[in-house]
């Protein structure tokens, strides 16, 4: 498990941020998290680079629509998400995939029980500072070998989304380097694999990385 000290702020401010839109967000971003080509293409080689039937987590799921594209891809994988309300919406329209609740930062799992990860945008809430335990928590559920599939919005300046579609909450979206994130993956004891990072679509203020990692022995992170 991670370090018990970290404080848990940021989560209970992501958890109501996404409890009070989690309708609104899955009505308006219905397709969003697998409408570009390239990030359907990286999802896919994901999944074959894990292969067929491996125990995958998709880690700040939402409303499941990447677990259910994996699930699809003949992936056994199950979403995680702070949120009820997200996972109310998750159950529903994905029904026969599991789905929990916890927090990506203390993982309710084995050391070694996963041969994925996927992160798909549920990082950008995560204080920089607390960047290195959420990527030791990535490693230590993750078996020798295993691959981590982690996108996020690429620049320096955050985006606070403030009472989204009337609701009363606020929360920032961090932007990041894509090569410092691939030095913080690779101080957590990961082999980056892959890095790219494409120009935005339609309705996306910045550029869009992605980052494939995977563990290539039974060492543990780097301190």
Avoid: K
């Avoid at 932007?175 to 309705?203: I, K, Q, Y």
């Amino acid at each position: 498990m991670t370090d018990s000290s970290v404080s848990p702020d940021f989560l209970a401010a992501t958890r109501t941020f996404y409890d009070a839109i989690a309708e609104d967000y899955s009505d308006h971003f219905r397709d969003a998290h697998i409408s570009q080509p390239l990030d359907r293409a990286l999802l896919r080689v994901f999944a074959e680079l894990v292969g067929a039937g491996a125990a995958v987590a998709d880690l700040g799921c939402g409303p499941g629509r990447v677990t259910g594209f994996l699930a699809a891809e003949g992936l056994d994988v199950f979403g995680l998400d702070l949120s009820p309300a997200m996972l109310a919406v998750a159950r529903r329209e994905n029904p026969g995939l599991r789905f929990a609740q916890g927090s990506m930062m203390e993982l309710d799992l084995p050391d070694g029980q996963l041969a994925g990860v996927v992160s798909w945008y549920s990082s950008i809430h995560t204080p920089v500072e607390q960047l290195p335990a959420l990527f030791a928590e990535f490693h230590r559920v993750l078996a020798p070998g295993g691959r981590l599939l982690l996108a996020f919005q690429a620049g320096d300046e955050p985006r606070r989304h403030d009472q989204p579609w009337g609701h009363p909450v606020s929360l920032d979206f961090l932007r990041r380097d894509p090569d410092r994130m691939a030095a913080l993956l690779e101080e957590a004891g990961f082999a980056v694999t892959s890095r790219t990072v494409r120009a935005p679509g339609p309705t996306e203020p910045v550029p869009q990385a992605c980052l494939l990692a995977q563990l290539t022995g039974d060492q543990g992170p780097v301190t």
